[in-house]
């Protein structure tokens, strides 16, 4: 199914935060940011420039979840579009594979693993 909005992925994590978007329902990795003050003012920025109407963020298990549900809740109030919760298990293990399988330099891995997990995530979402 194709979708006609623009929808965002996050992949959230205390260091950094990875982001992919979808439009006309091809999913994309988008940036990896780091995650500190600026990061919701960024992550709005990203959200207003690529209209996105539709947020997806990779939630996993245990205690880190927590944290996870304590960075949605905060951007929800910062918003105006839905955000989702998506399970995220092994999200990161599937891009790793999807890096390699394309010859991915091993020297760029930490600057595209996150935005490809998010778009690992995306993809769940939208399926």
């Not at 944290?67 to 298990?89: A, G, Q, R, W």
């Amino acid at each position: 199914m194709i979708s006609k909005k623009n929808c965002l992925a996050i992949d959230y994590g205390t260091k950094n935060i990875g982001l992919a978007i979808s439009t006309l329902g091809v999913i994309s990795p988008l940036l990896v940011l780091e995650n500190n003050p600026d990061i919701y003012k960024n992550i709005i920025s990203v959200i207003y420039e690529y209209q996105i109407s539709k947020v997806y963020v990779g939630m996993s298990k245990g205690k880190f979840a927590l944290k996870t549900k304590h960075f949605v809740d905060k951007l929800s109030t910062m918003i105006k579009c839905s955000i989702e919760t998506v399970e995220e298990t092994v999200s990161t293990i599937e891009a790793t594979q999807i890096y390699l399988n394309n010859n991915g330099k091993k020297k760029n891995y930490k600057q595209k693993i996150d935005a490809i997990s998010a778009a690992v995530i995306l993809e769940r979402a939208l399926a």
